[in-house]
């Protein structure tokens, strides 16, 4: 008792010079807010202004030469309506698949759902190398449309639209999927088996609870994978055909080609209107509607009196056989590129087919000699490394400040945060683009670095924003109370319980910077990363040095996978998976 | 002993304010805000040394946030709050000298049952072998001494929330506050926590202030109970007084359950009478407080309606009233009845052994109430 009474005074003594967090912890996401001020939201503001503020002067030049411009438009109208088409089969294969998700048991859920993260998580590069070989004019998919006796002759299916189609298709359903399984997941199963004990059939019970429940998780889904397909840069450069451009296309052109600033900006502009008009709608929709008090118009309407007696006429085993296999379906169509291009990579150099003519190593003998290879790979390594601990710290910061903050402060501020992460690919690309060219920064080291941290940062934040709402505030407390500062108590509580969850997200903030391609194309000059150097290849030669490259990259991301499970697997505050598929 | 006296006189000499030098916690006209919403309205509360209080009340009534302020968890907006006699408004919770359980236990997942009771020492900077020693006495004294190498997750609810405990009393703090901590555990577990959480209050004498919304929880373990509602203290006492002599309708029906009755109030001073709209009378009431005559509120707690059977057409005594068993529900310890008194449908509870035992639907009885068990309240016009 005398003991504790007098150390109580000591440390009194001391308490002045002791850092406020205290009810401010919001602060701590400044130093985040600030860097994507600078890095983000600055040029991309200076980008717009750009395009209606031309020598010192306001013009609405660079808007009439685009609206008036057949050619533009032309290629905005083919953007929306290939966004729309991508948008309608990702959301229609991929519901089936999130409901199979949503119904398998135990284990074999997260087996499934590791095929459907793997893909997304993998290179866009890896996946677009996959399909222009697969799709190649002496590929796999031509031997066999032509041996069936469909095709007289090999098509061009490589370089068209349909290869677009299915490359931006396979990109964008696992996001999907992903969406809509995080909404399945919180519909209780209770209401299905309540409506099924008051006499609904199972069809009907989907139809009419199930399906409108799930409606917002679909809507989510179909809005996240339009904005991603209006700005789509590499898939319609790398699969598409050179006579059916994408608008992203021809902005990157404007930029970084004709290098008309003015110009590009406002096609930005016109872009960004364009993919945001969808979420606008819903959002007009939503507002009419609850002004009439009914706040979910297309749920009932549509689900509850015209749909279901249709669905109805098909026996309930019929359906539920038709998910199951739609589901493998989409689940081998996701899983398979990744496969080949292994099997490519052990093929001879310059023949890919399946089965390859010989096996070989020649690809990786050839990889590691060639220190056009090699150092990009170190860039790479080295790049994605400062990222990555810039991100943590950084998005580290924030996630924790407001975590503990109110729930508005949070979602307000992980939005602003993440939101580079919902832009179309090209538009933070380019934006910093013009930004590091301003300042004179462009082809070095640094702005490499700093713009493929912009978007690690909004990932590392969500992912460890989940893993410190995970630890109760009221440990803190305790501790406090325990008699450690707020400082000891981060230090000897916070921190070691978050700590596996900040090692992921620190490693997949890594990933995503090592696996960016649009940033360092535009920007890395001779500073080039490896998708870079592959991107380039790519339209070059495909051979088996570029599927060993895709091997490595897909081994790095299954070794980092790995790491985070054993690290999730033993920790206290988890990572919700289905919270970061929603962030 | 000296270092309590040197403190307390330290105390006095620092804030020369109101309360005995005792106290354990004083709040003075303490307000919270959130919005437009008072969570507390200028209240004010002693908690004595020593002294096990519990705040009761409904959820809103404002007994978290009370809470809350004397941990430093919330800022109050206005008022004083002095803990041990130090004020301690500008006093960050870690310097606060304050022991908490929390309603979720808030052990931490990473350490022992043993280093989680050892981090307070650890912070006080306590030396290793004091350390082990208190550690060590405060899980004897919960009764977990066989468990230090165990983690959380190894340990049931009811060995958790000893954990908790044992954790909040090792540094002998001035005050230890409970929050909701018996509101995660079964039934079972919670009437031997109520009786262990009360033993150890004996053993250590520590001050104790503990938030509960369970009327059993605060009648079995307090030596005074603060009923708050809607950010006021509606009245504070022992649990038998409060039980007993309730001081509202509100007060009467959140500690027990009631029957209420709409009565009028009249007679001559000393022989005052109850009458409903039916004629009927409760004679000769016993006023703990003077009230008006005129319409009144009546409660009569459930155990305190007396049933006797009528047999044949026995007519019921004068001062009882007349009336038929509605239902009968077996409670194992005793029988719930509904009585149906002509129109007014009564609430009695009789314990095992007290005659009732073989009365069905439909069979008549007398009903009568003791003249001290009529609780007499001025006329609300919301409940």
Redesign the interface.
Same mark, same amino acid.
């Given at each position: 008792?005398?003991?504790? !009474?007098v150390? *109580?005074d000591v440390?009194?003594t001391r308490?002045r010079r002791?850092i406020r967090f205290?009810s401010g912890s919001a602060g701590l996401a400044l130093p985040a807010l600030l860097f994507l001020a600078i890095f983000a939201i600055y040029p991309l503001v200076t980008f717009a202004i750009g395009s209606v503020w031309v020598r010192g002067a306001f013009t609405w030049v660079n808007y009439t030469q685009l609206f008036t411009s057949t050619y533009f438009g032309g290629v905005l109208l083919r953007t929306i309506l290939t966004a729309l088409t991508v948008m309608a089969v990702c959301v229609a294969i991929g519901y089936p698949l999130a409901y199979f998700l949503n119904r398998v048991p135990g284990r074999a859920k997260v087996i499934l759902i590791a095929l459907v993260v793997l893909p997304y998580l993998t290179s866009v590069l890896v996946r677009v190398f996959a399909w222009s070989a697969l799709l190649g004019l002496r590929g796999p998919i031509n031997t066999v449309l032509v041996a069936l006796g469909i095709f007289d002759q090999p098509q061009q299916l490589g370089h068209s639209f349909a290869g677009a189609l299915i490359g931006l298709v396979h990109v964008l359903t696992p996001i999907a999927v992903l969406t809509m399984w995080a909404t399945m997941s919180r519909i209780e199963r209770g209401h299905e088996v309540t409506a099924g004990a008051l006499g609904a059939s199972p069809v009907r019970v989907f139809a009419t609870i199930f399906l409108p429940l799930s409606m917002p998780g679909v809507i989510a889904a179909a809005l996240l994978v339009y904005v991603l397909a209006i700005g789509a840069y590499v898939i319609p450069v790398a699969l598409g055909a050179t006579n059916g451009l994408l608008f992203a296309q021809v902005v990157a052109d404007q930029a970084t080609v004709t290098l008309n600033w003015g110009l590009a900006g406002s096609m930005t502009v016109a872009m960004l209107i364009v993919s945001l008009l969808p979420l606008l709608l819903v959002r007009l929709v939503q507002a009419i509607a609850g002004r009439r008090r009914n706040p979910y118009p297309l749920r009932n309407r549509l689900a509850t009196r015209s749909v279901y007696p249709a669905f109805e006429l098909v026996p309930t085993p019929v359906w539920t056989w038709l998910f199951r296999v739609v589901a493998v379906l989409v689940l081998a169509f996701l899983v398979i590129p990744e496969i080949v291009v292994i099997i490519f990579s052990f093929g001879p150099f310059n023949s890919l087919s399946i089965p390859p003519d010989y096996w070989s190593v020649e690809g990786y003998q050839r990889f590691f000699a060639d220190d056009r290879w090699t150092e990009p790979m170190g860039r790479s390594f080295a790049f994605a490394a400062a990222d990555g601990v810039i991100a943590l710290v950084l998005g580290g910061l924030a996630a924790y400040g407001l975590a503990r903050s109110s729930g508005r402060v949070f979602a307000i501020g992980l939005a602003i945060l993440a939101f580079p992460l919902a832009l179309p690919e090209v538009v933070p690309a380019l934006s910093f683009y013009v930004f590091a060219n301003t300042f004179h920064l462009a082809g070095t080291s640094v702005a490499v670095i700093i713009g493929q941290a912009v978007t690690a940062i909004g990932l590392a934040a969500v992912i460890s924003s989940t893993v410190i709402r995970n630890i109760?505030v009221? @440990?803190e407390? !305790?501790?406090?109370?325990? *008699?450690?500062?707020?400082t000891?108590?981060l230090l000897r509580?916070v921190a070691? @319980?978050a700590l596996p969850g900040l090692i992921v997200a620190g490693l997949y903030a890594f990933l995503n910077a090592f696996d960016n391609l649009v940033l360092p194309l535009f920007v890395s000059g001779v500073n080039s990363t490896v998708p870079v150097k592959m991107f380039f290849s790519m339209q070059d030669q495909l051979n088996s040095v570029i599927a060993v490259v895709a091997t490595l990259l897909i081994g790095l991301l299954l070794a980092a996978t790995a790491i985070a499970v054993l690290l999730m697997s033993r920790a206290?505050a988890r990572i919700d998976v289905a919270d970061v598929a929603k962030g | 002993m000296?270092?309590?006296e040197? =403190?307390s006189a330290a105390a006095t000499a620092v804030t020369p304010t109101a309360g005995s030098r005792t106290d354990s916690v004083v709040l003075e006209n303490v307000s919270k805000h959130y919005g437009s919403v008072y969570a507390l309205d200028a209240v004010s509360l002693t908690v004595g040394d020593g002294e096990f209080v519990t705040l009761l009340g409904p959820s809103g009534s404002g007994k978290t946030t009370c809470l809350q302020i004397m941990? &430093?968890?919330a800022k109050p907006d206005d008022g004083a709050i002095r803990i041990a006699g130090r004020d301690v408004r500008r006093v960050?919770?870690?310097?606060?000298?304050? &022991?908490?359980v /929390?309603?979720?236990y #808030?052990? /931490?997942?990473?350490m022992t049952v043993a280093q989680n009771v050892l981090?307070?020492l650890r912070?006080? &900077?306590?030396?290793k072998t004091?350390s082990l020693d208190a550690m060590r006495e405060a899980l004897r004294l919960v009764r977990l001494a066989d468990f230090e190498g165990r983690k959380p997750d190894q340990l049931s609810g009811g060995q958790q929330q000893r954990v #908790?405990l044992a954790?909040?009393i090792v /540094? =002998?703090p001035s005050v230890l506050l409970l929050d909701e901590p018996l509101s995660a555990l079964d039934r079972l577990l919670r009437e031997e926590m109520q009786l262990e959480l009360r033993r150890v209050h004996e053993l250590t004498g520590m001050a104790t202030v503990c938030v509960t919304h369970d009327r059993t929880e605060a009648l079995t373990m307090s030596d005074r109970v603060v009923l708050l509602n809607k950010g006021r203290i509606v009245q504070e006492g022992s649990p038998r007084d409060m039980y007993d002599r309730s001081g509202s309708l509100f007060a009467a029906q959140f500690l027990g359950e009631v029957n209420r009755l709409r009565m009028t109030l009249g007679g001559a001073p000393g022989a005052k009478t109850l009458t409903d709209e039916r004629g009927r009378v409760i004679p000769d009431v016993l006023l703990a407080t003077p009230v008006r005559d005129g319409e009144v509120d009546v409660a009569i707690r459930v155990e305190n309606v007396h049933l006797l059977p009528l047999e044949g057409s026995a007519l019921a005594a004068p001062g009882s009233w007349e009336g038929t068993v509605e239902s009968a529900v077996f409670l194992g310890d005793g029988d719930r009845y509904v009585v149906d008194c002509g129109g007014t449908a009564l609430v009695a509870r009789s314990p095992r052994g007290s005659g009732t035992s073989g009365l069905g639907p439909g069979d008549r009885v007398q009903v009568r109430f003791a003249r001290d068990d009529v609780m007499v309240f001025e006329k609300e016009d919301a409940a």
């Open positions: 008792m005398t003991a504790a !009474a150390r *109580g440390s009194t308490s002791r205290s109760p009221n @440990l407390y !305790a501790s406090q109370m325990s *008699g450690a500062s707020k000891k108590t509580i070691p @319980l206290t | 000296n270092a309590t040197e =403190k941990a &430093g968890i960050p919770m870690h310097k606060r000298n304050i &022991g908490m /929390f309603q979720n #808030a052990l /931490f997942p990473n981090y307070p912070m006080r &900077g306590w030396s004091d #908790a954790r909040a /540094f =002998k």
